[in-house]
């Protein structure tokens, strides 16, 4: 073997150097044609439905961690012979993108503005956070959209580039955004369909509200956070309880409630229907504190009786539980919050009295928080305040990306059937899970409890500005009404379309906003509504018929277990309302990244680490190892001071140069006869017959989706082979002695060793083992290489066929040579002398048949020994019995 090897192989500059030659020579390009010419089909083609990051900020060590667990599948896949559709998409649009062109730009979206041709923002630069709203430049909605784009793109070119320095084996020509015209195509599309088959509705109802984002939240997208609260109990009032004389009948009912605020939206008091203590109250009235409106008291199964005083009040609306209980009952909605998360300044109808329409009056135009202290203040003032506060600390919703506790509101919203409701499509939900390889298994439990606790169907629109339009248009009556149960919705062939400026279809602009014209509507998707259908906007999905049936359904969905209820979930809605199939064969769920004091690193925490210090101080294949050492589904902790499996990796990439260059020293003698050489001592035959086995096993578990398994085998050969096999034989390797035959089978077995290796690490370590794989196959790249099923045979074996050795051969020799080798260095250290010391003799005790059998290697192991003589007697476990060192070797 011919070998070009540089004077001294470092890792320091690989990634620069091996990245622009990939590009260059398209090395992870997907090619829809095969070898031969022809077409690729779906069985030659492993289909990967990527994440796409969110473009907003900066990429963390998480994405390093999730995003190479699935670079190890496409490499892998790719070395096996599959065309990879491997692309990349950007998730542009969303809350988290305008909140950071509103701090990056300086300014906030008012659509009620019109157009600045020539705008340009305060300042740019930085992330501004302690900047106030209202400090913020109002602009109009087509010049914060701009914005978001010019942003959006600057951020995504910087996350590319960090992919290539990882060296993600991405095909960045499959490239897509969910804001371009055709992910908006591919969204509205899917929508317009949805709302055809009865799938897509819009409704008033009760909707998570984040009043900081003045938007609708969808259940998949709550939190709970611990926050302070109290529980204040209040007195209800009966009066004339039946025809009963006794006093108790008008005795006060005692609730206890965290929500005091929320008196005056009271329909309701609820009790267990179970509750002795309650069932004579059920199907009677009482009076609310302060403002003297007469409510029912109900029974349903939800209240819990050692709860409080076990009857609670329900509000319009305090929290899901009350929508629950206010649906089923059918109760009146009195709702007094605001979409500023403000009291409104209208009373309900049903507070007439002055001393009631005096106390709201205090609470009008508060805030939620000044509004409690109001009420709380009128209680204590009017003795319905029974005793003080009682502090807790309480889960309150928020919304994942918020600061503030959400409210309910009743909003007109659009929504997607999920199987909340729909008893048929939650079991055809639950059937599709099941048919899903899930990676590792146990996650599938929680798809499973997702699914069955769905409460509401799925809300998809969001009052924001930088997203995928509503392809929708309502007409106006003749005083210029919005006729929102007769919805205009976009032909197929329109899209995509922006109702905001395009006119409806039949109507002409100069009707927009006139009576008997039309309105747009204005909101947009929730940005799960189009990251739902990444299988499709990468897929070509009506639009590349060609592609579509090459990827689909896709081989894996990789992704983070948080986003189960998210994305996975919303992916497979999608896929059973359109395809009626699961839209991927597998799904890998990557575990979460935890700080040295096992909390999970996340922004909110400031706990986060940037991943490009780490790359360009250890090294990206460094980072790679970590990232591949962590088994699917499993927490890895990362601490930027001491990083220890990084350091290992460097190590192991470092040794992967250094022990290749040493291989690629010794020369293949020339066979005298002409005839080619081939691996014929036992010693190398048992390396090749482990080596062959470690094929196997490496194999097994990357069709497994155990890419830890993976490496963990084949990181314990290497080190094996570099410790005890390559030392072993290295004399022999280097020998000029007659024997030309056992020179060449060492040469031959170490040559053959590094070549399978290489292969095997490739996806790990791409960077040191296409450098390697360069010194002796030119402009071939290891990474389009044949996966190795066998040394000897098979595809992707390292010897040509007339050289291959016969295997499995001698498989316990090189153990039991290893041993015996740490036996003889242990015995020289003790000895306190060099391990270079020469030996006169050296005995090793052992059972007869391990004797027998490390006879074979007895002069390998007197040649790494300098051992003069070396006897063998039995014994009844193998070790180094004795050794005599030479005399001028003794200290």
């Not at 919303?570 to 395809?579: I, K, Q, V």
């Not at 699961?582 to 706990?607: C, E, Q």
């Not at 035959?685 to 990357?702: C, K, N, Q, R, Y």
Request: net charge negative; proline share 7%; hydrophobic share 40%.
């Amino acid at each position: 073997m011919t070998a070009i090897v540089p004077d001294k192989p470092a890792l320091e500059g690989l990634e620069g150097k091996w990245d622009a030659l990939w590009s260059e020579r398209g090395t992870y390009r997907f090619d829809r044609a095969l070898a031969n010419g022809e077409l690729a089909t779906r069985a030659d083609v492993y289909s990967i439905d990527t994440p796409p990051p969110t473009a907003s900020g900066s990429l963390h060590i998480g994405h390093v961690f999730s995003f190479t667990h699935t670079d190890l599948i496409a490499r892998f896949q790719r070395m096996r012979g599959k065309s990879v559709f491997y692309p990349m998409g950007w998730d542009d649009n969303g809350l988290p993108t305008e909140r950071r062109v509103q701090n990056y730009y300086g300014v906030r979206c008012d659509p009620t503005l019109p157009y600045d041709e020539g705008f340009e923002p305060p300042f740019e630069g930085g992330d501004n956070k302690s900047t106030k709203a209202a400090d913020q430049r109002p602009i109009s909605r087509r010049n914060f959209i701009e914005l978001c784009e010019r942003l959006t793109v600057e951020d995504e070119k910087q996350f590319e580039s960090l992919f290539h320095t990882l060296g993600l084996s991405v095909d960045w020509g499959q490239t897509y955004r969910t804001i371009a015209d055709s992910s908006m195509r591919a969204s509205q599309l899917a929508f317009v369909r949805n709302v055809a088959r009865g799938e897509a509705y819009q409704a008033q109802a009760p909707t998570l509200w984040d009043v900081t984002f003045r938007t609708a939240v969808a259940q998949a997208e709550l939190e709970d956070k611990d926050q302070p609260g109290a529980y204040h109990r209040l007195a209800f009032h009966r009066h004339g309880f039946g025809e009963s004389d006794d006093p108790a009948a008008n005795a006060d009912v005692f609730i206890e409630t965290t929500r005091p605020e929320l008196l005056a939206a009271c329909v309701a008091l609820v009790a267990h229907p179970d509750d002795e203590r309650y069932q004579p109250l059920f199907g009677t009235t009482v009076t609310t504190p302060l403002f003297g409106v007469e409510v029912p008291v109900v029974a349903h199964h939800l209240a819990q009786a050692d709860k409080g005083s076990g009857i609670a009040m329900i509000c319009t609306f305090g929290d899901l539980t009350d929508v629950i209980w206010w649906r089923d009952l059918d109760l009146p909605n009195r709702a007094i919050i605001g979409f500023d998360g403000r009291i409104i300044s209208e009373a309900p109808d049903v507070i007439t009295s002055e001393t009631g329409i005096n106390a709201y009056s205090a609470i009008a135009g508060k805030t939620v928080f000044s509004a409690k202290q109001a009420i709380v203040e009128l209680l204590r003032d009017s003795g319905e305040l029974i005793g003080e506060p009682k502090p807790i600390i309480h889960p309150v919703k928020f919304f994942e990306k918020g600061d503030r506790p959400l409210e309910i509101v009743s909003t007109r919203q659009w929504y997607i059937r999920n199987g909340a409701r729909d008893e048929v499509l939650r079991a055809k939900l639950l059937e599709m899970g099941r048919e899903l390889d899930w990676h590792p298994a146990f996650m599938q439990v929680r798809y499973e409890n997702w699914v069955n606790g769905l409460t509401g169907d799925w809300l998809i629109s969001r009052q924001r500005f930088f997203g995928v339009p509503i392809p929708v248009w309502y007409p106006l009556d003749g005083d210029g009404n919005p006729v929102f149960d007769q919805p205009i919705v976009a032909s197929e062939q329109s899209l995509p379309v922006d109702p905001s400026t395009d006119a409806a279809p039949g109507y002409s602009e100069d009707q927009r906003n006139t009576p008997g014209g039309f309105v747009g509507e204005l909101d947009v998707m929730d940005t799960w509504a189009t990251s739902s259908l990444t299988p499709q906007l990468a897929g070509g999905w009506e639009r590349d018929p060609e592609l579509w049936n090459m990827v689909a359904p896709y081989d894996l969905r990789p992704q983070g277990q948080d986003i189960i209820r998210t994305w996975l979930f919303s992916t497979m809605l999608r896929s059973a309302l359109e395809d009626h199939r699961t839209p991927w064969r597998h799904t890998t769920l990557s575990g979460f990244i935890v700080d040295p004091d096992r909390k999970k690193m996340s922004k909110s925490k400031g706990n986060v680490v940037t991943p490009s210090d780490v790359l360009e101080s250890h090294g990206s294949d460094a980072v790679r190892y970590w990232a591949a050492s962590s088994r699917l589904g499993t927490d890895a902790a990362f601490d930027p001071q001491n990083p220890t499996q990084i350091k290992i990796g460097r190590r192991l990439a470092i040794k992967v140069l250094n022990a290749a260059k040493f291989v690629y020293s010794f020369e293949l003698p020339a066979a005298p006869d002409g005839r080619a050489f081939a691996v014929t001592h036992p010693l190398d035959l048992s390396m090749l017959t482990a080596l062959d086995e470690v094929i196997v096993t490496t194999t097994t578990a990357f069709e497994a989706y155990d890419h830890a398994r993976a490496l963990e085998t084949t990181e314990s050969f290497f080190w094996t082979f570099c410790d005890d096999y390559l030392e072993l034989v290295k004399e022999r390797a280097y020998s000029a002695s007659s024997d030309a035959a056992a020179k060449a089978s060492a040469v031959l077995a170490l040559q053959a060793a590094v070549d399978v290796v290489l292969r095997l690490l490739a996806p790990f370590i791409p960077f040191a083992t296409e450098e390697v794989w360069s010194w002796t196959h030119g402009g071939e790249s290891i990474h389009t290489a044949t996966w190795p099923t066998g040394v000897g045979t098979g595809h992707g074996a390292a010897f040509a066929p007339d050289a291959a050795p016969a295997l499995p051969a001698h498989p316990g020799l090189l153990g039991l040579a290893g041993q015996a080798l740490v036996g003889i260095r242990r015995a020289k250290t003790d000895a306190k002398v060099s391990q270079k010391a020469p030996v006169a003799s050296a005995t090793i005790a052992g059972p007869a048949e391990a004797l027998a059998e490390l006879e074979l290697a007895a002069a390998d192991l007197r040649e790494v020994g300098r051992i003069a003589q070396l006897y063998f007697v039995p014994g009844d476990e193998l070790a180094v019995r004795e050794i005599v060192l030479e005399t001028d070797s003794v200290e």
